[in-house]
């Protein structure tokens, strides 16, 4: 018998802070409700993940995850397992240029 774990998908805006403890993420879905976000081991490295997440928070880009959704005392929060941006900004791509 084998245990297969099943994530959810969600388009989210990445929103990044300086706090205590370094760099921290969260978002906003639907109803203004808040999510704070963790990062676990999975699909994609967390090093990665958090650089997609810092890049897309501050060209404004939404991100495609995989998570699952937990709450804890300070409230809901998304736990990461993988981060795809959707629109990948014109700056990485070589093929498109600037005017």
Same mark, same amino acid.
């Given at each position: 018998?084998?245990?297969?774990?099943?994530?959810?998908?969600?388009?989210?805006?990445?929103?990044?802070?300086?706090?205590?403890?370094?760099?921290?993420?969260?978002?906003?879905?639907?109803?203004?409700?808040?999510?704070? =976000?963790? !990062?676990? /081991? *999975?699909?994609?490295?967390?090093?990665?993940?958090?650089?997609?997440?810092?890049?897309?928070?501050? $060209?404004?880009?939404?991100?495609? =995850?995989? !998570?699952? /959704? *937990?709450?804890?005392?300070?409230?809901?929060?998304?736990?990461?397992?993988?981060?795809?941006?959707? $629109?990948?900004?014109?700056?990485?791509?070589?093929?498109?240029?600037?005017?």
């Amino acid at each position: 018998m084998s245990l297969q774990v099943q994530f959810n998908k969600r388009t989210i805006m990445p929103v990044s802070y300086e706090g205590k403890r370094g760099i921290g993420f969260n978002a906003t879905i639907f109803t203004p409700i808040q999510y704070g =976000i963790r !990062f676990a /081991e *999975g699909v994609q490295p967390v090093e990665q993940m958090k650089a997609v997440m810092t890049q897309c928070a501050e $060209n404004s880009e939404e991100v495609e =995850i995989q !998570f699952t /959704e *937990g709450q804890n005392q300070y409230g809901k929060y998304f736990e990461i397992y993988s981060v795809k941006p959707l $629109n990948p900004s014109s700056s990485s791509r070589p093929d498109i240029k600037k005017d």
